[in-house]
């Protein structure tokens, strides 16, 4: 039994020693695609990426190959950066409204913006979460001022990176996004999702695509899972 327990502890510690090579990697390759949006961030920020360096680099592929000329994302962070500079680079004709509930943490994004000079394309908003009645169910989200959004108008990028999950909750936190938000978004809309391996990230996808079965999911390969749904053009049929 005794060395039953040891092979087992060591493989644990093997187990944790590869996930962390991979995770390095996954950052490494990010980082060296980024580096012209990374040169001049103070990074880590804080608590460090809230997407792992290959995730924000297909964010910010994305950002650069669809040319929205409005961006919601839920979760501030190093990613307001990318995508704030991202939306420079193309002109300044897009707008970034990037929604946090912590203050602290909206604060500390909105200094960066600053230091950066991304004023023009990047608005933080710290909005706290309530209660919200959606299809039956009663969930707390963000309490994004209306006026925001009215302003950004509607959205063509949605990247989905907030709120936190709690450990404790089974039910997915982030899943109101997008029935929360429906009426805001584009008829071109991308959406982007974060923590895509996560079982409740995959839940919400599903629900999703069970209410409207016009999405079309692409699942990216990344440390964390990047999930990417685009609207299916009308008249396409649906894969099996």
Partial sequence: MS???MVDNRSHTLRDRVEGLRRDIGDIHGLVRLQPYTAELPLPMGG??????????????EVLLQRPRAVLE????????????????????????SIDHDPVWAERTRRQVALLGLERQVTVVCAPL?????????RLWYDIPASALDTLGAIDLLLVDGPPQPPEDREP???????????RLSASVVVVV????????REMVRRWRSAAPDWQ??????????CILRRRPSGEAAAT
């Fill in 48 to 61: 460090g990426w809230a997407l792992t360096g290959d995730a924000a680099a297909l964010l910010v592929r």
């Fill in 130 to 138: 309530a209660p919200i009645d959606l299809q039956g169910t009663r």
């Fill in 3 to 5: 060395l039953a327990s």
């Fill in 173 to 183: 936190a982030r899943w109101p996004a997008v029935p929360a938000l429906e009426s």
């Fill in 194 to 201: 974060d923590d895509a391996r996560r079982p409740e990230e």
């Fill in 74 to 97: 839920l979760g501030s962070g190093v990613s307001t950066l990318l995508i704030g500079q991202a939306l420079q680079r193309q002109g300044g004709e897009g707008r970034l409204l």
């Fill in 217 to 226: 999911v692409e699942d990216m390969q990344t440390v964390d899972g990047l």
